[in-house]
């Protein structure tokens, strides 16, 4: 009787423990239950935030050279184009790059859940958007500032032309003055 109680005890045992691992292995997937970013749910790497904010602060500090290296290895998947757009995002980006970022977020933006759209949209693409603006901006006044020097310096040359006639006529005026001015001394030295 005994060792029938220690058996109930012993089974009974057993199975509490397997209810628990099982309780705890259904419940730890809801406390870090990832967030999708893609409309489809994964199960990988590729639905955690934390992955992707981690990824782009692990980024952030690498120069430019190096991230378009990375650019160059990573496909045309989902999560390579997103990797692609944030690696993008660095001060040190040439304009066309951070450009071609904006169409790859075009292409992937779609695909994300509503908060990771909006999410992005606020920290990365709507400033992404700005900058290039006032990059064109920036582009556009330093062209028109360029074509004001020439026409500025094109006109300099100009007046510095017309100065230098200008002095020319003068002597031609002042030699004619002289040679005027001598011919009446000689006129009024022969009346003499």
């Known amino acids: 009787m005994k060792l029938n109680f220690l058996f109930v005890s012993l089974l009974f045992l057993i199975s509490s423990c397997e209810l628990l691992q099982t309780n705890q292995t259904v419940s ?18 590729d639905c955690d935030i934390h992955y992707w904010l981690g990824y782009w602060a692990d980024i952030e500090s690498i120069d430019w050279p190096e991230r378009k290296a990375k650019i160059d290895t990573l496909g045309e998947t989902d999560a390579d184009i997103l990797k692609k757009v944030l690696l993008s995002q660095g001060k040190s980006t040439p304009y066309q790059n951070r450009l071609r970022a904006q169409m790859w977020a075009d292409v992937v933006f779609p695909k994300l859940n509503d908060g990771m759209r909006e999410f992005l949209k606020v920290a990365l693409y709507t ?21 004001k020097v020439a026409s500025i310096e094109e006109w300099r040359l100009r007046l ?33």
């Open 160 to 192: 510095e032309q017309q100065k230098l006639k200008l002095e020319e006529q003068q002597n031609q005026i002042e030699q004619l003055l002289n040679i005027e001015a001598s011919m009446l001394k000689n006129g009024q030295e022969d009346k003499q």
């Open 28 to 45: 730890q997937p809801k406390n870090t239950q990832t967030y999708c970013i893609w409309k489809v749910k994964h199960t990988n790497i």
């Open 127 to 147: 400033p992404s958007q700005s900058l290039l603006e006032l990059e064109s901006a920036l582009v556009t006044l330093s062209k028109i500032n360029t074509q």
